[in-house]
């Protein structure tokens, strides 16, 4: 199986940018998505696929990777993204097994 | 719009088995183009990912907890069913189910339903 490491914690100031980081050997051959995770609530799909971001999620989110490194980036943090981000991908073994990354949570000072 | 709803008991006794649905509603559980999966997360710990389903029964576990998890669906009443069995305190989580959706290098879960906290305790 797979592993997907994340800095613990992160912060940054209003209205600067943040990037989380996920890395991991199955990010070689797939993407990342990513989630957002507030207290008390469910996960919150923001980016998938190469850079997408489902509907009614911010452009200020953003996400791309190089080797096996897949990075989530806030462009101008506002309160609200104030939140745990999880990353998850495929197993590099090819089945569709899944894994999540161990986690950030970022800090809006 | 699709939504899901996770239901069960919210308590069960060490080494029984436990035992949850999720409903979809607003879309059919038999596209071809999803799996269904199931998420938990201990309390105040990160998401571990448990295993999808298709709607023609095929599944896919995590190894870790494979031997104990059976994931079935039921394209008749739009549900699909998570059992852990052998539980113990490390058990405890919310589970959440989502919408698994992949293509060639790409996949996401999208929507999770609310989560249900199941606690694991005699």
């Known amino acids: 199986s797979s592993e997907l490491t994340q800095d613990p914690t992160v912060s940054v100031a209003l209205g600067q940018t943040v990037r989380i980081t996920c890395q991991g050997d199955s990010l070689r051959n797939y993407y990342a998505s990513w989630y957002q995770q507030k207290p008390g609530q469910a996960p919150l799909l923001v980016i998938y696929?190469?850079?997408n971001r489902p509907s009614g999620i911010p452009d200020r989110f953003s996400g791309s990777s190089s080797g096996n490194t897949a990075s989530l980036t806030i462009t101008g943090a506002q309160a609200e993204d104030e939140a745990d981000y999880y990353c998850?991908?495929?197993?590099?073994?090819?089945?569709?097994?899944?894994?999540f990354g161990t986690g950030t949570k970022v800090t809006v000072l | 719009q699709l939504q899901l709803q996770e239901s069960g008991p919210g308590l069960v006794k060490p080494s029984e088995t436990l035992s949850l649905t999720c409903t979809v509603s607003?879309?059919?559980?038999?596209?071809?183009?999803?799996?269904w999966g199931w998420i938990r997360q201990p309390p105040g710990k990160g998401l571990e990912w448990i295993g999808n389903?298709?709607?023609?029964?095929?599944?896919y576990s995590n190894p870790s907890l494979k031997s104990r998890v059976t994931i079935s669906v039921d394209t008749s009443k739009n549900q699909f069913s998570l059992r852990l069995n052998s539980v113990t305190a490390a058990d405890t989580a919310v589970y959440y189910c989502?919408?698994?959706?992949?293509?060639?290098?790409?996949?996401?879960?999208?929507?999770w339903g609310q989560g249900t906290l199941v606690t694991v305790s005699s």
């Open positions: 607003g879309g059919s559980i038999s596209s071809s183009r999803y799996y």
């Open positions: 696929g190469k850079n």
């Open positions: 998850t991908s495929r197993d590099s073994s090819g089945n569709l097994l899944e894994v």
């Open positions: 989502a919408r698994y959706y992949y293509e060639s290098g790409s996949n996401w879960f999208d929507p």
């Open positions: 389903i298709y709607y023609r029964g095929s599944t």
